[in-house]
């Protein structure tokens, strides 16, 4: 419920308030036919939910967590979109944290939903290898590696969306980097620190959720932490290799980063399946390695 919680939000805070919203309002009778539209497109967006539990559980469990579903969602949305924090003046003494300050702001106040929606994908990955796990009863290196898979599959999931807006204000500070006289090499290291954290937190996430499902020994745990931010860490790095590919197409245009994340997801779920550790070592160093090659154009 959490997780489909997550991914539902952003089409909840779609519908709330859309473009062209304020004009409907100004028309008779708007305010209340608003409340009716938004409350139609919220249970349209649940419909899946509401279908899985009908094929589980049968029509009354269905209508009820339907309902419940609805309310809740509307209730988080409405409720977190009316909690504002006093904005304060970043003092930031260096290049580097100043541009990854800004990326930063760039996803938690201009892009609430990317940053929510990509914990989802994280969350449902993390369902997967647990499951993967738990069913299987895996330990050991069998157990990490289940749960890499799951994390290269998540991981490119949960960044497309950042990594999209990330590559973006990127590009609209360009002009602040390059009218100070730094190097390109200050807009690489802001980008590797926002996304390597954003693919760590993304592996955090897998590993936590498949945790939750699957109670392994410390042992295999530990090995399955590891595989899932080492995971996390290469792919965040080589989603720089996505914005740098966008960025030499003209606009930035977030299908093309969803192609090119795609493209690493199945380049790492390939190398982890045929070498194990080996592979996870090479998902590592090959995000290392598009993080540090070439400069960007």
């Known amino acids: ?140 290196e069998v157990a990490a590696i289940a749960v890499a898979v799951a994390a290269a599959i998540a991981v490119p999931a949960a960044l497309a969306a950042a990594t999209t807006a990330v590559a973006r204000s990127d590009r609209d500070l360009a002009w602040v980097v390059a009218a100070s006289g730094r190097g390109p090499g200050v807009r690489r290291a802001a980008l590797a620190t926002v996304l390597a954290g954003t693919g760590l937190g993304a592996g955090a996430i897998v590993a936590l959720t498949a945790l939750a499902i699957a109670t392994p020994a410390a042992a295999t745990a530990l090995a399955m932490v590891g595989a899932a931010l080492t995971v996390g860490l290469g792919l965040g790095l080589a989603a720089i290799g996505a914005a740098r590919w966008a960025d030499r197409h003209g606009a930035i245009d977030g299908g093309r980063v969803v192609v090119a994340l795609l493209g690493q997801a199945i380049a790492a779920v390939t190398v982890i399946g045929l070498f194990d550790g080996v592979g996870l070592a090479a998902v590592a160093a090959g995000g290392c390695a598009l993080a540090l090659g070439g400069d960007r154009r």
Do not use: N, Q
């Open 1 to 140: 419920a959490g997780a489909w919680l997550l991914l539902a939000a952003s089409a909840v805070r779609a519908a709330i308030d859309p473009p062209g919203a304020s004009y409907l309002r100004a028309l008779p009778g708007g305010p209340r036919l608003e409340r009716v539209a938004v409350a139609l497109v919220v249970a349209g967006a649940h419909l899946p939910w509401a279908g899985m539990w009908l094929a589980g559980g049968g029509l009354v469990p269905a209508l009820t967590a339907w309902t419940v579903m609805i309310a809740g969602s509307l209730v988080v949305v409405i409720g977190a979109g009316r909690l504002e924090r006093a904005p304060r003046p970043p003092r930031w003494r260096h290049a580097v944290p100043a541009l990854v300050g800004a990326h930063l702001r760039t996803l938690t106040r201009r892009r609430r939903a990317v940053v929510v929606a990509g914990a989802g994908l994280a969350a449902t990955g993390g369902l997967f290898g647990g499951l993967l796990v738990g069913h299987g009863e895996l330990d050991g």
